[in-house]
């Protein structure tokens, strides 16, 4: 059997210019994976020690097929898969490793449909992988700093147009899902989907994401008034009704681009996206915004240490036994 690249003692360059082998060849995947998640010093993911020795197959001496690991303090047999988004799941590491890869470097979006056709996958393991893919990709808020300097706030809708338009505009917003997002000019994004687009909900989402010492940048909307008091830095406005789109640096030019990705990605790539999945989306977008100044390889590797710590679990919240869902 043909060797393959030693990929524990690589630069960070040499990692990333590793990662189209990792998506053709299923070894060289799983090494890929075992050496973002450990580096040169793997460990047990159950006890942490790091007295572990890769298992190998008798006759050939080259790592089994499961790839596994035994630890010699606990004993126990495990891969690179445990306490991940990829645990349990039956699809090869190679096809993990392309789809992270598309998903990172395509900036409006891959559709489960392409990753079904590139990866001879069916449809429905190739939408297991990408739930999976943005859920790794999902912020950890909790400890995520707030957005500090100029941040700029504003509110859309995402939908299809009804069939029947209820309005001249040709949409009914009745039909369509909020979204409320804060960017931090040369800086982070936070975007959420929210009831709905009334004060008390965005003051609320303002509150959350922006550092009290910031400066808060919107359009005229009314919901917006009276935030200013709140923030060090004061708000400031633009009219676009009176086609006001700058005044000096007010201006909400930046987090309009970011709705027009999603937008652009909803509509050439998904198509349609229900209200119930909406969140996921988000999350991959904002990944994608947030590591905008990394090349598409480093982006890639971002994405597959964030998929540590990450379990995806389908259960439903009025049964105490739920089934997780496994293909």
Known sequence: MRRKPDTHNLSKSEVVKNIPLACSDELAAVEFFEQQRWGNTPCCVKCG???VYAMKDAKTGERNKRFLWRCRDCKEQYTVRIGTVYEESRLPMRDWAYAFWRACTSKKGVSALEIKRHCQISYKSALFLMNRIRFAMSPDLPTAAPLTGTVEVDETYVGGRPRYPSNKKGWSRATKTAVFAA?????????????????RTLKAAIREY?????RIMSDENLAYKG?????????????HSAKEYARGDATTNTVESSFALIKRGII???????????????????????????????????????????????????????NEEVF
């Open 49 to 51: 020690s790091v007295d």
């Open 183 to 199: 960017v931090e000019r040369e800086g982070q994004i936070r975007r959420r989907v929210v009831a709905d687009v009334t004060a």
């Open 210 to 214: 922006v550092d009290p010492h910031a």
């Open 227 to 239: 935030i200013g008091s709140e923030f060090a830095g004061g708000h400031h406005t633009v009219v």
């Open 268 to 322: 050439g790539t998904y198509h349609n996206v229900s209200h119930e999945y909406l969140y996921r989306y988000l999350w991959q977008f904002d990944f994608v915004w947030n590591t905008r100044k990394l090349n598409d390889g480093e982006r890639t590797v971002a994405a597959i240490k964030s998929a540590e710590g990450k379990r995806l679990m389908y259960k439903d919240p009025n049964e105490e036994n739920g």
